[in-house]
């Protein structure tokens, strides 16, 4: 069975700062996706960015970027020139065959 | 914001009442799924399906059972509501095929049984 630990129950960073988000993983497979989820307060929640295992550059989408190392099993996210809608709750989750398998979620703050 | 929508957003109802979570979804995705979350803590998956007329138990034991009787339509049944189920319920459907695997979120229903 596949875990996924997210260590940071709460973060907090001021606006325009850079962040990062930690997430670590345990499988034995080879071929997998992992995603970052936000849950903004009350809202949605909607994918940030995704990471297929079998590519090795890391996925960036804007201001949003992964280092994916995954002989470490390692998956983190950064938030650069953070803003206030960026306040949410971060999952990462761990995908096979179509099944998610997500972490313990980091309450982010960003504060003006 | 994606179109997955869930009926009612907010409950409150009394131990013993049988209630029916509603999720519809308008992008024609054959896999749909339910999730359980706490205030704060992670999701866990309680139903999926794949299509009509199927339906699967998740990884989380959950007294609530579903019904897929249409593509679009993902119901959430509890025959007996206790205070034990207050929690908030996600709803998300994918597109079955693909290799993103991306799921879509409705807005969740938060119940609460006194």
Redesign the interface.
């Given at each position: 069975a596949q875990t996924v630990t997210q260590s940071q129950p709460e973060m907090s960073v001021q606006e325009a700062e850079t962040v990062t988000l930690s997430c670590t993983y345990d499988t034995s497979e080879n071929n997998y996706?992992l995603?970052w989820?936000k849950q903004p307060p009350s809202?949605?929640?909607?994918?940030v960015i995704?990471q297929?295992a079998y590519k090795q550059q890391n996925a960036t989408e804007n201001r949003f970027s992964v280092n994916f190392q995954k002989a470490a099993k390692s998956f983190s996210l950064k938030i650069s020139d953070s803003q206030l809608g960026d306040t949410a709750?971060y999952?990462c989750a761990f995908?096979l065959y179509?099944?998610?398998t997500?972490?313990?979620?980091t309450?982010l703050t960003v504060h003006p | 914001e994606a179109d997955i929508y869930q009926t009612p957003r907010y409950l409150v109802i009394g131990t013993g009442k049988k209630i029916t979570l509603e999720c519809s979804q308008t992008m024609g995705h054959d896999k749909m799924y339910w999730y359980q979350q706490d205030p704060g803590m992670e999701l866990h998956l309680i139903h999926y399906s794949y299509g009509v007329n199927s339906t699967e138990k998740g990884d989380l034991s959950s007294e609530s059972t579903v019904s897929r009787i249409r593509t679009e339509h993902f119901p959430l049944t509890l025959e007996s509501a206790r205070p034990s189920h207050t929690s908030q319920y996600l709803c998300a459907s994918s597109e079955y095929g693909t290799f993103t695997y991306e799921q879509y979120f409705g807005p969740g229903t938060r119940l609460t049984v006194t």
């Open positions: 996706y995603f989820y809202r949605q929640m909607i994918l995704r297929e709750m999952f995908v179509g099944k998610l997500f972490g313990q979620g309450i | -």
